[in-house]
């Protein structure tokens, strides 16, 4: 069973920039993984923020940035707002075994 | 507007059986592949599984976890996606999501129905 990790927590100062990142058990994360990231908020739906790596919703501010760093996904907060404190989650496909598979999540705190 | 709307969650003993539906409306379901997450009271996202668009052979893949437990279905004529829980244990006690898929895409998601297994 792949397992997909992430920082279990970062803190970062508001105005500053932080670099979330998503490793896969299996290898390298490439753009065949398809990288998504969502935001969660405290009793909130998880909401999209990023597909295929590097790919913003309409709706996705553009200090979100998404990318591939040093064979994991990444996902860059430049310019942080207090609003931005919430729980990340990258999810990665796989083509064999088991499709998708979140990460365990990060809680960024904005302090 | 596109939406997502799930329902049928619900207390339920261990060893039975649940529906949940995940209502869809403003695009076609036919057009995208449907997944199924869901998230235990104060933890992380887990994928549960999709069920492929039919231009894709409207397959379903599952979690390890609840592979030969629970089946994903679709009525496309009225929009619906179903995930089917059979032999429900303590640890499937959770919020579940649907959400849609196009390419890769998870863009849009319900705001989820909870389910909880207990005796």
């Known amino acids: 069973q792949t397992v997909v990790t992430q920082e279990p927590s970062l803190t970062v100062s508001p105005g500053g920039t932080v670099t979330l990142t998503c490793a896969s058990s299996s290898g390298a994360v490439t753009s065949g993984s398809y990288p998504n990231w969502f935001q969660q908020k405290p009793g909130q739906a998880p909401r999209p923020l990023i597909y295929?790596?590097?790919n913003r919703h309409s709706w996705t501010p553009a200090r979100f940035s998404g990318s591939l760093l040093g064979g994991k996904a990444a996902l860059t907060l430049s310019g942080v707002q207090p609003e931005d404190e919430a729980d990340y989650y990258c999810l990665l496909y796989y083509d064999s075994g088991q499709p998708w598979v979140f990460g365990g999540g990060t809680k960024l705190t904005v302090l | 507007e596109v939406q997502l709307v799930e329902s049928g969650g619900g207390l339920v003993q261990p060893g039975r059986s649940l529906r949940l539906s995940c209502t869809t409306s403003?695009?076609?379901?036919?057009?995208?592949?449907m997944n199924w997450v869901r998230q235990a009271p104060g933890k992380g996202l887990e994928w549960v599984g999709f069920i492929r668009k039919k231009l894709h052979g409207g397959t379903p893949e599952y979690a390890a976890s609840v592979r030969g437990r629970f089946t994903i279905s679709t009525d496309d004529s009225k929009g619906i996606a179903y995930l089917q829980m059979n032999s429900l244990k303590t640890e499937d006690t959770a919020l579940y999501y649907c959400?849609?898929?196009?390419?890769?895409?998870?863009?849009?998601w319900g705001k989820g129905t909870a389910v909880t297994v207990s005796s």
């Open positions: 295929s790596t590097n």
């Open positions: 403003g695009f076609n379901l036919g057009d995208y592949t």
């Open positions: 959400s849609r898929d196009l390419q890769w895409n998870m863009d849009v």
